[in-house]
C-alpha cells in the first residue's frame, strides 16, 4: 500500500507532496518551511529518502536543499537544470526506490515546456502507474505557462509543453492521478485550474493541450499569457544557488517611535489587518497588505526587491504565519514588526488615518463631473471581459510607480473582490489622496449598469 498526502501552500496557488508506503517516502517540490514536511513525515512515522524537484522554480524559495541536508535524503534535482550545489542529476527513464518492501518506486519523464529541463515523476506500485508528479506540466484542465525562462524560447517551450502533455497521456493508464504543483492560483498556470483533483483520463477529455492540435494550441497559450509577477525574476537566481535555512524566529519589536521612523525613512510599512479594519483606522503612510489574502504574493510583486519591511499584526499569531508566508517568496526577515491595534502603534497626540469603503451601487450615481474618478487595478486580461464605462486602468502591480497618473479627484478604486483595491487604497491614502475603497464584487458592477462589455 501507498499514501500521498499533499502539503498545501494556497497562498501560492501550489502544493507539495510527501508520498511512500510503511517506511520511507519521497518529497515532491518542498515548500521553504520544511517543518510542515518533516511534521508530515512523522506523522506517517517514515524517513524520507529522496526529496525531487521537478524544475528551478520561479514563484517560490524552495526547501528541497535544506529538507535533503537535514533528512539526510538524496537531493534530486533534473540533470539540465543549472545549478550550484551538489544534487543527484536525474535524466529521463531513471528510477529510484522509494519503499522497496512496499513495490513502491519513482521513475523521472522529462516533460519540458514549463522550463527547458522540466521532468516529471512517477510513482509506480510493483511496476504500475499509480501517480504522477507533473510539477508545472500537466495541469488540472491546463499547463504551466512557458514565458518564465527567456522570451525568445517562449514559442519553442509552449511547443514543448503541448508535446510532453501528450506524452504523459501516451504512456500512463487513464487512472493515473496527476499532481501537479501549480495550478490552484498560481501565477505559474498558463490559466486558471478548475477542480481539485484529476487524472490523465480526464485531462484526456478536457485539457486544452490534450484536445486541441499544437499549432491552435500554441496561438492561445501564447495569445492568453498574462503579467509575470516581478519577484520571480529574483526567485529563480535564489533556487539555482541553493536557498540558505529558513529563519522564522520573531521579528526585533517596533514601538510608535520606531514605525514613525521607519516611515520617514521610506521603508514599507504593512499592515497585515482586514481591510476593513485597516480602512477604519490606521498608521498614516503604511499599507495594507491583508494577512488573509495573497499576502506574499502581492507584497512581493510591488515592494521594491531589497527594501526592509516592518509588519503590523493584530496578534503574534497573525504575524508568525505572514512571516513564515513571506519567507516563502524570498522576503525573509522583516525589519522589524508590531502587534496590537493602531493605538499601540501611534505617537502621543497622532491620529490613525481613515477612508471610506463603498459597493458599486454606490458609484451609480456619481460620475466625472462630481470629480469622482473610478480607478481599475485589474490585470488587462481581466478588464478586456468588461470594464466601469469612464474608468481609468493601472494594474495594481504598477500602481506603486504610477501614482503620478491618477487624475486629480476623489479616486474610488475598485478590483474583481476588494483585496487589490484595499491595497490600492492604502498607496494612494498614503501619498495624501481622497480615496474610496470599492468593497465588491465585478459582477455587482455589471447590475448597478456602470460596465462596458467586450467580446
Same mark, same amino acid.
Given at each position: 500500500m501507498f499514501f500521498v498526502d499533499t502539503?498545501?501552500?494556497?497562498?501560492?496557488?501550489?502544493?507539495?507532496?510527501?508520498?511512500?508506503?510503511?517506511?520511507?517516502?519521497?518529497?515532491?517540490?518542498?515548500?521553504?518551511?520544511?517543518?510542515?514536511?518533516?511534521?508530515?513525515?512523522?506523522?506517517?512515522?517514515?524517513?524520507?529518502?529522496?526529496?525531487?524537484?521537478?524544475?528551478?522554480?520561479?514563484?517560490y524559495v524552495t526547501g528541497g536543499l535544506e529538507l535533503a541536508r537535514v533528512t539526510g535524503a538524496a537531493y534530486l534535482v533534473p540533470a539540465g537544470a543549472r545549478v550550484f550545489f551538489p544534487r543527484v542529476p536525474v535524466h529521463d527513464g531513471d528510477r529510484v526506490d522509494v519503499d522497496g518492501a512496499a513495490g513502491l518506486s519513482l521513475r523521472a519523464l522529462a516533460t519540458p515546456g514549463h522550463t527547458p529541463h522540466h521532468t516529471a515523476y512517477t510513482l509506480e506500485e510493483n511496476g504500475a502507474a499509480v501517480a504522477v508528479f507533473t510539477?508545472?506540466?500537466?495541469?488540472?484542465?491546463?499547463?504551466?505557462?512557458?514565458?518564465?525562462?527567456?522570451?525568445?524560447?517562449?514559442?519553442?517551450l509552449a511547443r514543448a509543453q503541448h508535446a510532453s502533455a501528450h506524452r504523459l497521456a501516451a504512456e500512463l493508464p487513464d487512472e493515473t492521478a496527476v499532481l501537479p504543483t501549480h495550478?490552484?492560483?498560481?501565477?505559474c498556470a498558463s490559466s486558471q485550474t478548475a477542480g481539485e483533483d484529476t487524472t490523465i483520463g480526464k485531462e484526456k477529455a478536457a485539457n486544452e493541450a490534450l484536445t486541441r492540435d499544437a499549432d491552435t494550441f500554441v496561438a492561445e497559450l501564447l495569445a492568453g499569457l498574462d503579467d509575470i509577477p516581478a519577484y520571480y525574476a529574483h526567485i529563480g537566481p535564489v533556487n539555482a544557488a541553493g536557498p540558505v535555512p529558513v529563519d522564522l524566529t520573531p521579528p526585533a519589536v517596533a514601538?510608535?517611535?520606531?514605525?514613525?521612523? &521607519?516611515? +520617514?525613512? $521610506?521603508?514599507? /510599512?504593512? =499592515?497585515? *489587518?482586514?481591510?476593513?479594519?485597516? #480602512?477604519? !483606522?490606521? %498608521?498614516? @503612510?503604511?499599507?495594507?497588505?491583508e494577512a488573509e489574502g495573497q499576502l506574499a504574493t502581492y507584497l512581493a510583486w510591488l515592494i521594491p526587491w531589497g527594501k526592509p519591511v516592518t509588519l503590523l499584526a493584530e496578534s503574534?499569531?497573525?504575524?508568525?504565519?505572514?512571516?513564515?508566508?513571506?519567507?516563502?517568496?524570498?522576503?525573509?526577515?522583516?525589519a522589524a514588526a508590531a502587534t496590537g491595534t493602531p493605538a499601540d502603534w501611534l505617537r502621543d497626540g497622532e491620529e490613525p488615518s481613515?477612508?471610506?469603503?463603498?459597493?458599486?451601487?454606490?458609484?451609480?450615481?456619481? &460620475?466625472? +463631473?462630481? $470629480?469622482?474618478? /473610478?480607478? =481599475?487595478? *485589474?490585470?488587462?486580461?481581466?478588464? #478586456?471581459? !468588461?470594464? %466601469?464605462? @469612464?474608468?481609468?486602468?493601472?494594474?495594481?502591480?504598477?500602481?506603486?510607480?504610477?501614482?503620478?497618473?491618477?487624475?486629480?479627484?476623489?479616486?474610488?478604486?475598485?478590483?474583481?473582490?476588494?483585496?487589490?483595491?484595499?491595497?490600492?487604497?492604502?498607496?494612494?491614502?498614503?501619498?495624501?489622496?481622497?480615496?474610496?475603497?470599492?468593497?465588491?464584487?465585478?459582477?455587482?458592477?455589471?447590475?448597478?449598469?456602470?460596465?462596458?462589455?467586450?467580446?
Amino acid at each position: 500500500m501507498f499514501f500521498v498526502d499533499t502539503i498545501e501552500v494556497a497562498g501560492l496557488g501550489n502544493r507539495g507532496y510527501l508520498a511512500g508506503g510503511e517506511r520511507t517516502a519521497v518529497v515532491v517540490d518542498p515548500p521553504r518551511d520544511i517543518d510542515r514536511v518533516i511534521t508530515a513525515a512523522a506523522r506517517r512515522g517514515v524517513r524520507i529518502s529522496h526529496v525531487v524537484e521537478t524544475h528551478v522554480h520561479n514563484d517560490y524559495v524552495t526547501g528541497g536543499l535544506e529538507l535533503a541536508r537535514v533528512t539526510g535524503a538524496a537531493y534530486l534535482v533534473p540533470a539540465g537544470a543549472r545549478v550550484f550545489f551538489p544534487r543527484v542529476p536525474v535524466h529521463d527513464g531513471d528510477r529510484v526506490d522509494v519503499d522497496g518492501a512496499a513495490g513502491l518506486s519513482l521513475r523521472a519523464l522529462a516533460t519540458p515546456g514549463h522550463t527547458p529541463h522540466h521532468t516529471a515523476y512517477t510513482l509506480e506500485e510493483n511496476g504500475a502507474a499509480v501517480a504522477v508528479f507533473t510539477g508545472g506540466s500537466l495541469l488540472i484542465g491546463t499547463v504551466g505557462r512557458p514565458d518564465l525562462v527567456e522570451p525568445r524560447l517562449t514559442e519553442r517551450l509552449a511547443r514543448a509543453q503541448h508535446a510532453s502533455a501528450h506524452r504523459l497521456a501516451a504512456e500512463l493508464p487513464d487512472e493515473t492521478a496527476v499532481l501537479p504543483t501549480h495550478g490552484f492560483g498560481s501565477f505559474c498556470a498558463s490559466s486558471q485550474t478548475a477542480g481539485e483533483d484529476t487524472t490523465i483520463g480526464k485531462e484526456k477529455a478536457a485539457n486544452e493541450a490534450l484536445t486541441r492540435d499544437a499549432d491552435t494550441f500554441v496561438a492561445e497559450l501564447l495569445a492568453g499569457l498574462d503579467d509575470i509577477p516581478a519577484y520571480y525574476a529574483h526567485i529563480g537566481p535564489v533556487n539555482a544557488a541553493g536557498p540558505v535555512p529558513v529563519d522564522l524566529t520573531p521579528p526585533a519589536v517596533a514601538d510608535a517611535e520606531d514605525i514613525a521612523a &521607519r516611515l +520617514a525613512a $521610506g521603508e514599507w /510599512v504593512v =499592515d497585515l *489587518r482586514d481591510r476593513i479594519a485597516f #480602512a477604519r !483606522g490606521h %498608521v498614516s @503612510g503604511s499599507f495594507n497588505f491583508e494577512a488573509e489574502g495573497q499576502l506574499a504574493t502581492y507584497l512581493a510583486w510591488l515592494i521594491p526587491w531589497g527594501k526592509p519591511v516592518t509588519l503590523l499584526a493584530e496578534s503574534p499569531g497573525q504575524l508568525a504565519d505572514a512571516q513564515r508566508e513571506l519567507t516563502r517568496v524570498g522576503l525573509d526577515r522583516p525589519a522589524a514588526a508590531a502587534t496590537g491595534t493602531p493605538a499601540d502603534w501611534l505617537r502621543d497626540g497622532e491620529e490613525p488615518s481613515s477612508f471610506p469603503r463603498a459597493v458599486f451601487a454606490d458609484l451609480a450615481g456619481r &460620475r466625472p +463631473a462630481d $470629480g469622482v474618478v /473610478v480607478l =481599475d487595478v *485589474r490585470r488587462s486580461s481581466e478588464r #478586456a471581459a !468588461g470594464y %466601469v464605462d @469612464g474608468s481609468v486602468h493601472i494594474p495594481i502591480h504598477t500602481l506603486h510607480r504610477r501614482l503620478d497618473e491618477v487624475p486629480e479627484g476623489e479616486v474610488w478604486v475598485h478590483c474583481a473582490s476588494g483585496m487589490r483595491a484595499a491595497i490600492a487604497a492604502s498607496l494612494l491614502d498614503s501619498a495624501g489622496r481622497r480615496v474610496v475603497a470599492v468593497d465588491d464584487t465585478f459582477e455587482a458592477a455589471e447590475q448597478a449598469g456602470l460596465t462596458v462589455r467586450r467580446g
